[in-house]
């Protein structure tokens, strides 16, 4: 099974691959091709119903919501240019560091 951390980066050379595929048979081509703000509406679209199976629905909804999230977010990412690797570093630089640290940081660097 490929549930592992490798996937998202697979799925994100898989949604690069699709920049330039026929948008009639590739949901991800046709993303691409209505643009970021498109896609970035999609995003919180599945965002929101990712929020909803999480308060009423069962864990199974909230599973496939999730991938549904993760899948725009990459599809977002790709049309924006930013690899996976750079979310991982800014990650890094974060672990270890209190959620509240890093969110005061922000008010004064933002």
Do not use: C
Request: aromatic content about 6%; hydrophobic content about 40%.
């Amino acid at each position: 099974m490929p549930a592992n951390e490798k996937i998202l980066l697979e799925l994100y050379d898989i949604i690069e691959s699709r920049k330039l595929a026929d948008p009639d048979t590739s949901y991800t081509a046709r993303l691409f091709g209505k643009g970021t703000q498109k896609i970035a509406q999609k995003l919180g679209e599945e965002a929101v119903e990712t929020v909803i199976a999480a308060v009423s629905e069962s864990q199974e909804r909230l599973i496939r919501e999730s991938a549904d999230v993760l899948y725009h977010l990459l599809v977002l990412w790709a049309a924006k240019g930013v690899k996976p690797t750079l979310v991982w570093e800014e990650l890094d630089k974060r672990f270890g560091t209190s959620g509240l640290a890093v969110k005061e940081a922000r008010k004064k660097n933002p």
